[in-house]
């Protein structure tokens, strides 16, 4: 069974910074891009950051660009989201994800594994 399973969340005042971790069981992705992705309360989930298969590229909204690094560690089998200058309009479940091939990619549809996510909330 596949499993992605997001851990480091928490509540956090503005400003402050998390890391978060998911980690895989079942099979591993190290041919395949991964993300991650945030979903607000009463908004659609929006795409926050991918990273190719070897981590050579990199993609991420503008939202969080220059705030939060996305990194891989695919001996680990671990993918990683550091989060600084957090912000209110950050809080959301954040779901980590494994793309259908190896390119970074924005659209949700390209994933194919999806973890269960993680709260994380700033306070103002």
């Known amino acids: 069974q596949v499993q992605l399973v997001e851990s480091g969340g928490g509540l956090v005042q503005a400003g402050d910074s998390l890391r978060l971790s998911c980690g895989a069981s079942g099979r591993t992705f190290n041919n395949n891009a991964m993300g991650w992705f945030r979903q607000a309360p009463g908004k659609e989930r929006e795409f926050v950051a991918a990273?190719?298969?070897?981590?050579?590229?990199?993609a991420y909204a503008d939202s969080v660009k220059g705030r939060f690094t996305i990194s891989r560690d695919n001996a680990k089998n671990t993918l990683y989201l550091r989060m600084n200058s957090l912000k209110p309009e950050d809080t959301a479940v954040y779901y980590c994800?494994?793309?259908?091939?190896?390119?970074?990619?924005?659209?949700?549809?390209?994933?194919?594994?999806w973890g269960q996510g993680t709260q994380v909330t700033v306070s103002s």
């Open positions: 990273i190719s298969w070897i981590g050579g590229s990199t």
């Open positions: 994800a494994a793309c259908r091939w190896s390119g970074v990619s924005t659209r949700s549809h390209d994933y194919a594994y």
